[in-house]
């Protein structure tokens, strides 16, 4: 191979070395081995993680994690009806924010269906970043209108009706979310998913929440009827939090940004792909549409390499990325010829 120090490539060389080679393989055969290299993950209401949506077992695992708390809620409901509680209220609505963390993923996996048109040539995953908005809009509504309620009864105490169903709705609403925690934390370990065992570790935080509902009823029972409002308060506070946390991942993904522990994960496998291939990695980009992600490499390579090699070389990190990223829908490789170097003056 010529010395690129020596000798200024001819124009077919450099033709031969810039190609461009788009990969679009939105349900690639490619296995799901991570090798450890996971990314960092919050629980949010209205974002699918790709981790889990990329994994059939993942995908069966938030289906009757849905279930589970669907019918936790379903008695927290039947319940408040009969004692008009605002903390269970809260603990209620926090309860069914969780349950549709589902909208967004049945959303996404049914315009998934629709093929590419002239006008969506992406398809519609944006789709899903859209329901994901309008879950967090009504979780901090029902989140406003609790504390609302929570303080008009710190105002103005009222009596609480069927304190020990209070009190048994709390326990249904610590198991429900203990059994869905177990339940995540198996299935996460067993495909070892992050991101769902990071659900489990959430959901098994919300049952401490509707604890709180206990310690309400105890406290009306003791005489003293501000324990409901107060702890209706704490939930809301729980709340709040959560809105805040979703709305940063959400609208995050809708400006096609994406998190930096995502992008570093990208620039890791890319380089593990072209390791030992006398290819430099110039620049790496990657954004979101729906819970797929779609990513650009420019790769810097010898002056004088051909057309062949350079096609070599991207196809096999092409085939290795999408092997280490099963939600990578797309990803562009850019081979170029390196930039001479100059020789350094005496």
Do not use: C
């Amino acid at each position: 191979m010529p010395n690129p120090a020596s000798q200024v490539p001819d124009s077919d060389a450099i033709e031969g070395a810039i190609a461009l080679v788009t990969a679009v393989e939105r349900d690639h055969p490619h296995g799901h081995d991570h090798h450890g290299h996971g990314h960092g993950h919050s629980h949010t209401h209205g974002a699918v993680d790709p981790e889990i949506a990329a994994s059939e077992r993942g995908l069966w695992a938030v289906k009757w994690s849905f279930v589970g708390l669907l019918i936790t809620a379903i008695a927290q409901a039947v319940v408040f009806a009969l004692s008009g509680s605002v903390a269970l209220m809260a603990d209620l609505i926090h309860n069914v924010g969780d349950a549709m963390t589902s909208v967004p993923l049945g959303v996404a996996f049914v315009l998934a269906r629709a093929k590419p048109s002239p006008r969506f040539a992406y398809g519609y995953g944006r789709a899903e970043d859209l329901a994901g908005v309008a879950i967090v809009a009504v979780i901090f509504l029902s989140a406003l209108i609790t504390g609302y309620e929570s303080i008009e009864r710190l105002r103005q105490p009222q009596p609480l009706d069927h304190l020990g169903a209070l009190a048994a709705a709390a326990v249904v609403g610590f198991i429900g979310n203990e059994v869905v925690a177990l339940f995540r934390l198996r299935v996460g370990r067993s495909i070892n998913s992050a991101a769902l065992v990071a659900d489990g570790l959430h959901a098994r935080a919300d049952g401490l929440v509707s604890l709180a509902v206990l310690v309400s009823a105890l406290g009306v029972g003791l005489g003293y009827p501000w324990a409901d409002p107060v702890m209706g308060l704490v939930i809301t506070l729980v709340l709040l939090r959560v809105v805040w946390q979703s709305t940063q991942t959400v609208f995050t993904r809708l400006l096609d940004g994406v998190e930096p522990a995502m992008v570093d994960r990208l620039r890791h496998e890319i380089e593990h792909g072209v390791e030992g291939a006398a290819a430099t990695v110039t620049q790496v980009k990657a954004r979101w549409l729906g819970h797929r992600l779609y990513g650009e490499v420019s790769l810097a390579v010898e002056p004088g390499l051909s057309v062949a090699a350079g096609d070599a070389i991207a196809s096999h990190l092409r085939t290795h990325l999408h092997q280490q990223l099963p939600y990578l829908a797309e990803v562009t490789i850019q081979v170029r010829p390196q930039e001479p170097t100059a020789p350094a003056l005496d």
